[in-house]
């Protein structure tokens, strides 16, 4: 089992900042790729970012440069640093741990835990 705590989100104004953290209680992180996702009312859960074990990562499209994701093993946190954020970024943001072996990618498949989210409010 794996537990993943976020946190870290809140309110800010269009064009700030905030950076998320997903501590993980397994020892097994280290060896797991971890990804941002994120929902907005209405809308489908959709893959942000992504980092495997050996550091390679994936991003989508619309994080465009201004979103990044990092990890520290030894602390068995990941965490997803976004810049200039926009009204269109609201959502409740979720960090996941993939299963063994599989590494960063575009898919959203193979991720097995999840933690509780944490709402991401950008006001205009």
């Known amino acids: 089992q794996v537990q993943l705590v976020e946190s870290g989100g809140g309110l800010v104004q269009s064009g700030e900042s905030l950076r998320l953290s997903c501590s993980a209680s397994?020892?097994?992180?280290?060896?797991?790729?971890m990804g941002w996702f994120r929902q907005a009312p209405g809308k489908e859960r959709e893959i942000v970012a992504a980092?495997?074990?050996?550091?390679?990562?994936y991003y989508a499209e619309f994080t465009k440069g201004r979103f990044t994701i990092s990890r520290d093993n030894p602390k068995n946190t990941a965490y997803l640093q976004m810049n200039s954020l926009k009204p269109e970024d609201t959502a409740v943001y979720y960090c996941?741990?993939?299963?063994?072996?599989?590494?960063?990618?575009?898919?959203?498949?193979?991720?097995?835990?999840w933690g509780q989210g944490t709402q991401v409010t950008v006001s205009s």
């Open positions: 996941a741990a993939r299963r063994l072996g599989w590494s960063a990618s575009p898919s959203k498949e193979g991720y097995e835990y």
């Open positions: 397994a020892r097994t992180f280290s060896s797991r790729t």
């Open positions: 980092i495997s074990w050996t550091g390679t990562t």
